[in-house]
C-alpha cells in the first residue's frame, strides 16, 4: 500500500510544475519568502478547521457549548490567517528588510558580499519567523482574546434570553 503513495509523491515531485516552481524559488527570493509563508498560514488554516471538525463531532462536549467552542476555533483561525499574512509582507517588504539589515548588520560594508548574502537570507527567514513567532503567538491572543470575550458575552445573553 505505501509503494503505490511512494510512487504518486514521487511523480508529483518530478513533475514539470513541480520543477519549474522550485526553479522559480531559487531564482526570485521574493516568490520563495511569499511561498514560505502561504505554505505556513495554509497549514494553520487547515488544522483549524480540523479543530472546528473534531469540536462538532466531539461528543464530550455539551451540545449547548459546541457551537460556540467550534466558533471561537473558526474566529481564532481566520485572525490567525490574516494577521500572519499581514505581518508576513510587511516583513517581506524591501523597505521594511533594509532597515532592519542596517540595524542589525551594523558594521558590515553594505556593499560587501557577505552583507548582500545576510540580508538575503533574512529575507526569506524573517517573514516566515515574524508571521509564526510574532504574529501568532504575540498579536493573534492579543486580538482573538477580545473577540472571544464579545463572543462569550453574546453567547451568555443569547442563552440567557432563551432561558427566559
Request: include cysteine; charged fraction near 20%.
Amino acid at each position: 500500500m505505501i509503494k503505490p503513495i511512494e510512487n504518486g509523491l514521487n511523480k508529483f515531485a518530478n513533475s514539470h510544475i513541480v520543477k519549474k516552481h522550485i526553479n522559480k524559488c531559487i531564482e526570485n527570493k521574493n516568490f520563495l519568502t511569499k511561498t514560505l509563508l502561504v505554505t505556513s498560514v495554509s497549514k494553520d488554516v487547515f488544522a483549524y478547521a480540523l479543530r472546528v471538525h473534531n469540536t462538532m463531532k466531539n461528543d464530550e462536549i455539551p451540545k449547548d457549548k459546541k457551537s460556540f467552542v467550534a466558533k471561537m476555533d473558526a474566529t481564532t483561525g481566520f485572525t490567525t490567517a490574516i494577521v500572519q499574512v499581514g505581518t508576513g509582507l510587511a516583513l517581506a517588504s524591501e523597505k521594511v528588510q533594509k532597515t532592519i539589515c542596517k540595524h542589525l548588520f551594523k558594521g558590515l560594508d553594505e556593499n560587501s558580499k557577505l552583507y548582500k548574502q545576510a540580508s538575503s537570507g533574512l529575507g526569506v527567514v524573517l517573514p516566515l519567523v515574524g508571521a509564526t513567532l510574532f504574529a501568532k503567538r504575540i498579536l493573534v491572543p492579543l486580538i482573538s482574546s477580545p473577540i472571544a470575550g464579545y463572543l462569550e458575552n453574546k453567547h451568555n445573553k443569547n442563552q440567557n434570553t432563551v432561558q427566559n
